[in-house]
């Protein structure tokens, strides 16, 4: 039992009809709020609405580089 898990139990939850279903739920939700890949980096404005930074892997720097210019854009 890794770090504490017990891998059997994971594995048979997982395997469950009714998992796959909350997991595509939540993809479903995360998709209507304009996430298209993972990560998805969003910041959000004064008046509480998202906008996307980056999606997908990026090296560190990018990252810090994209995070960077969206907020000199704010």
Known sequence: AAAGLDGDALVERWSAPEAFADTMAMFDA??????????????????????????????????IAAVSAALART
């Open 30 to 63: 995360e998709r209507r709020r304009g996430v298209t890949s993972y990560p998805t980096v969003f910041l959000e404005d004064e008046v509480g609405s998202l906008h996307e930074v980056f999606g997908g892997c990026l090296p560190p720097d990018a990252a």
